[in-house]
């Protein structure tokens, strides 16, 4: 294996590509979101969206937030060239929702809401707690880790360049 | 950040190697050597070490204490001690008059300023309580996995450092290439692919 700080930096594009197509598919493919992770019900693009566009002298950062923000301004910058840096996501499954900020460099989860729990009043009651605080933890995660595989087998396959990337660009320019 | 926080961050870790048994004994007594020390009457400005996540300021590890359901459940603790500039330099100058008035000197030289001004900083260490900074941490041992719930650099950065001096285990941060490396059930060919891609452009 690489080194771990020369392999964060130079593969940190693999994590922007992963945030680029799941949002092609969230708009395009959610049949394919529910074929991996059965227990969704959804998965949409918060209230934050961060793209960046390298350059050669430089980098562009467009933020898009706010409840109703509108996002074309992150498909116009599709089109510039940019990737999806971080995402604010909302997922359900069934009558739940979990909302976390994905960052792409790292896959790092930040800020995450998960379902509403019962409070703790004691120490007794401090394992219950834990252990279904890590329940709804670990329903992000899989989902994440889940969608990340699956990329990855797509992303080093010939799929990716023959049909993936075309689809997607049909839909940045449709 | 705490793990039973309405609002958390989670950076995911893979753990290679394991502890020799007996496994409970074994955490116990690495979680206790490398326990967090208290600096609030002492010189020193910060202190690093475990704790417990029931009581993060009288960490207790007796028991098996740390242990809920499968998982090893603890937190890392940094404590800080920030003394403001102003407040360095308010006592500097003080002390300095003070010495010049006793001995009649009308000036210190360089060396005894140091000296001055280091006196001053252990004596204000002494008299200034540390910022404790607790995060929590989920250890998975039989499924090699770790969440450490905050995505602070730093705050990462110690906790890696603290993990591998206490456990003497690998401890391998797992971001997008590590992931596809090592946990996503790549053949050898396909890592071969993995080292050769290059960023694809999605526009035209």
Redesign the interface.
């Known amino acids: 294996?690489?080194d771990?700080s020369v392999?964060?930096n130079?593969?940190?594009?693999?994590?922007h590509?992963?945030l680029?197509w799941l949002w092609f598919l969230m708009e395009k493919d959610r049949s394919f979101l529910q074929t991996e992770v059965p227990e969704l019900t959804s998965l949409e693009v918060g209230n934050r969206i961060v793209l960046e566009n390298r350059f050669n002298e430089g980098v562009e950062i467009i933020t898009i937030k706010g409840d109703d923000a509108g996002l074309e301004e992150g498909m116009l910058s599709?089109?510039?060239?940019a990737?999806v840096t971080e995402f604010h996501l909302l997922y359900t499954a069934g009558d739940h929702q979990w909302q976390f900020i994905l960052?792409?460099?790292?896959?790092?989860?930040?800020?995450?809401?998960v379902p509403k729990t019962g409070e703790?009043e004691s120490?007794r009651e401090?394992?219950g707690?834990?252990?279904e605080?890590?329940y709804l933890?670990e329903k992000v995660?899989e989902l994440i880790?889940i969608l990340?595989?699956s990329f990855?087998?797509l992303?080093?396959s010939s799929e990716?360049k023959e049909k993936i990337?075309p689809e997607?660009?049909k839909w940045?320019?449709a | 950040m705490g793990l039973l926080s309405s609002s958390v961050s989670i950076t995911c870790y893979r753990v290679e190697g394991s502890l020799e048994d007996p496994f409970m004994e074994t955490v116990e007594k690495k979680l206790k050597h490398n326990m967090i020390m208290e600096i609030d009457d002492d010189v020193s400005e910060k202190a690093i070490g475990w704790t417990s996540l029931e009581n993060p300021y009288q960490p207790k590890f007796e028991g098996s204490s740390f242990c809920i359901g499968p998982y090893l459940v603890f937190a890392l603790r940094i404590d800080q001690k920030s003394i403001p500039a102003k407040v360095l330099k308010k006592f500097y100058v003080l002390e300095m008059l003070k010495i010049l008035s006793e001995s009649g000197r009308k000036y210190l030289n360089k060396t005894e300023k140091q000296m001055v001004k280091d006196r001053v900083y252990s004596i204000l260490l002494r008299r200034y309580p540390a910022t404790p900074k607790i995060y929590d941490l989920i250890w998975n041992y039989e499924g090699g996995f770790i969440w450490f719930f905050s995505n602070q650099k730093s705050a990462n950065e110690e906790f890696e450092t603290l993990f591998s001096k206490t456990f003497q285990l690998s401890l391998i941060r797992l971001f997008p290439y590590t992931i596809a490396d090592l946990d996503a059930g790549l053949s050898d060919s396909q890592k071969e692919q993995l080292n050769k891609i290059s960023p694809t452009q999605f526009s035209e």
């Open positions: 294996m690489l771990v392999s964060y130079r593969y940190k594009f693999l994590g590509e992963f680029t599709l089109r510039k060239g990737v960052k792409g460099e790292s896959l790092n989860i930040s800020n995450l809401k703790v120490g401090l394992e707690a834990v252990l605080k890590v933890f995660i880790n990340y595989k990855i087998k992303r080093i990716w990337v997607i660009r940045i320019y």
